[in-house]
């Protein structure tokens, strides 16, 4: 396996099921994110790990439960969804740090292929 | 205002044409920027970075930034119709990532 993957690719679930996405990436990166896409918004960013700890968390609902065990794995557990939680969700990671001595710089993020989610 | 916006599409050019997407952002404290292009129900792939001011080649991409008028811009030159997909614009500050709403280009034979 090369690069980043994700599983399932697809998942239809209720809304009181309880499912989890998981997240793999073979990079060697140190940052591990997650991404919600809706047909006709922009990629919302949900969660950031850094070194395996949660650095970001942009106000999702706490039906999303991430889980990140160690740098190369990410999951994202669901439970009791709504069917506006329907979307692609998509996992990335990158390598951050910056050169020694110089400004810390974000560097590129790779994505996953997702996982396409519908909740009836 | 969007933190990240992007010129309204879609764009359609004729094949071998040069398609010029644009690019803004609020966040001065962005320091890097990218170009992905996602074709229709695939995820991001990235295509260009860029973090100083200036022009940044490669291939028939060339990525365009400009700190103080805050703006980001990718030319795609002698465009395919392999390029039709959609374009995202993303800028970086301390970890957070923040996306445009893409431009669809369609190229056409």
């Known amino acids: 396996e090369t690069g980043v993957t994700q599983t399932p690719r697809h998942l239809v679930m209720g809304m009181t099921n309880k499912k989890s996405l998981k997240c793999e990436q073979h990079?060697?990166?140190?940052?591990m994110y997650w991404y919600k896409q809706s047909a006709k918004k922009p990629l919302e960013l949900m969660f950031v790990?850094?070194?395996?700890?949660?650095?970001e968390n942009n106000s999702v609902p706490s039906r999303f439960s991430p889980e990140c065990p160690n740098s190369s794995h990410l999951f994202l557990h669901l439970h009791t969804l709504q069917p506006e939680d329907s979307a692609l969700y998509l996992c990335?990671?990158?390598?951050?740090?910056?050169?020694?001595?110089?400004?810390?710089?974000?560097?590129?993020?790779?994505f996953g292929p997702g996982t396409r989610l519908t909740v009836l | 205002q969007k933190e990240v916006e992007q010129n309204s599409g879609p764009l359609s050019v004729p094949e071998g044409a040069i398609a010029s997407l644009n690019c803004t952002y609020s966040?001065?404290?962005?320091?890097?920027f990218f170009w992905y292009r996602q074709y229709s129900g695939k995820s991001p792939e990235l295509i260009m970075s860029?973090?100083?001011?200036g022009d940044k080649e490669d291939g028939r991409f060339t990525a365009q930034l400009n700190k103080a008028s805050q703006y980001v811009s990718l030319l795609i030159r002698d465009s395919q119709p392999s390029d039709s997909a959609t374009y995202l614009c993303?800028?970086?500050?301390?970890?957070?990532?923040?996306f445009g709403d893409g431009t669809t280009l369609t190229v056409k034979p």
């Open positions: 860029i973090y100083s001011n």
């Open positions: 790990y850094s070194l395996e700890e949660r650095v």
């Open positions: 993303a800028a970086r500050n301390a970890g957070k990532s923040t």
């Open positions: 966040d001065r404290g962005s320091q890097s």
């Open positions: 990335a990671s990158s390598q951050e740090g910056g050169l020694a001595g110089g400004p810390l710089l974000d560097n590129e993020q790779f």
């Open positions: 990079l060697g990166h140190n940052a």
